[in-house]
């Protein structure tokens, strides 16, 4: 394993920091990096994203997701999914029960009458095993034990982190994710990655100011407990609309009743795929001061929109503080509760087959909005 030095990274983290034995395992920081000068820390717990150095209109760099720079403050979090990966199964499963193959089958509950991202102890709080590093990539692999959190099935992921150069102004960040079972399980895998393109300070602006498009004419929506109510909808005439560019500040605060439900949006998209598991761009976000743009590119059918609406105002990498709707995600996934929609898009794994997923972030600034085809300068 080729392992490179930490020292003298953009994101001013220390590796001393990160190294911590927890249940048995070794924490670590790692760098990834590439030669234009962009770089991505993560550690192995929970495979966190640390930070993502990437440069504005004017070549400035700054962080621009919502980070801790030490092992305790990830593990103590008070956003425990800040950036980590998330499993065995992304988003909400209503009431922490699901049948299978005719046998029920019984969650740990940890939102509301919910199950939300696996559990308490779900993928996000587990140390994996670090199988290959170097500048560019790194791999990860976690066994997740039959019963774990509830989840029949012994499942075993495999994920990797690549950062590269789309081109001579682009980076990219790649999450390939992998997963095989002995038993026919529910399996939904994502990233719970914080975006905010101005970087983050204290306090960290409001993503509200931030332009979004997002490639789906449909949406899933959901019931005061968050859990769908079934309905596919389309987002036409409504705020849930983000087919042509608009600022989130002109429909989150809508009184438009899924807004109020989720307490701004909070919602999975049903992208425009004319092929299952083909990539295809999801959505582009831009920050129009900084000139930074990001384009989600995934291989999933839904991709949930989450605006921050509950983070507290809590401290993160040196100082920098996250109140409420300073971080946005966009979470690559299949449909939420699918386990309890047999007509919502495959969730289930069985023996012999295999999971996949690709979900790229492309970064990239623009000194003229206008370029990018947007009415916002």
């Known amino acids: 394993m080729n392992v490179h030095s930490t020292e003298g990274n953009l994101s001013g983290l220390d590796r001393k920091d990160f190294r911590k034995t927890i249940n048995g395992k070794q924490t670590d920081l790692f760098i990834l990096k590439t030669e234009t000068g962009a770089e ?4 192995n717990y929970g495979c966190a994203i640390l930070s993502i150095m990437v440069p504005d209109k ?9 980070g801790h720079d030490s092992i305790d403050n990830v593990v103590n979090s008070p956003e425990p999914f800040l950036n980590t990966v998330i499993g065995r199964y992304g988003n909400r499963i209503g009431r922490g029960e699901f049948t299978l193959d005719n046998k029920e089958y019984k969650l740990t509950i940890n939102n509301g ?4 991202h696996g559990g308490p102890t779900g993928f996000h709080t587990r140390v994996w095993d670090v199988v290959e590093h170097s500048d560019r990539h790194i791999t990860f692999t976690y066994t997740s034990q039959d019963g774990e959190e509830g989840f029949p099935g012994t499942l075993s992921v ?14 990219y960040l790649q999450i390939e994710y992998a997963a095989k079972t002995d038993k026919a399980t529910p399996v939904n895998l994502t990233n719970h990655a914080f975006f905010n393109l101005a970087g983050i300070s204290n306090p960290t602006p409001s ?7 997002i490639e789906a004419d449909h949406y899933v929506p959901i019931d005061e407990n968050s859990i769908p109510t079934g309905e596919i909808l389309s987002v036409e005439g409504t705020p849930m609309d983000f087919r042509e560019p608009h600022l989130i500040s002109e429909g989150i605060n809508d009184k438009f009743r899924q807004l109020v439900h989720g307490a701004g949006y909070d919602h999975c998209y049903v992208l425009n795929k004319k092929e299952a598991g083909k990539m295809g761009l999801a959505a582009v976000c831009v920050e129009r001061n900084t000139g930074r743009i990001m384009e989600v590119h995934t291989t999933e059918p839904g991709l949930q929109l989450y605006t921050g ?12 503080t996250f109140p409420a709707r300073s971080g946005i995600c966009f ?23 295999e999971y996949s997923q690709t979900t790229a972030y492309i970064f990239y600034a623009k000194e003229e909005m206008s370029n990018f085809g947007m009415n916002y300068n």
């Open 58 to 66: 004017d070549g400035k760099y700054a962080n621009v997701v919502l």
């Open 158 to 171: 495999e994920m990797t982190y690549q950062l590269g150069v789309a081109h001579e102004d682009a980076v």
């Open 309 to 320: 609406n509950w983070l507290g105002g809590f401290t993160g990498a040196h100082g920098a």
């Open 40 to 43: 991505v820390a993560v550690t």
């Open 331 to 353: 979470e690559a996934q299949r449909f939420p509760d699918t386990p309890n929609r047999p007509y919502f898009p495959k969730a289930t794994l069985k023996p012999g087959e």
């Open 113 to 116: 009458k919910n199950s939300l």
């Open 207 to 213: 993503i509200e100011n931030h332009v979004l498009i």
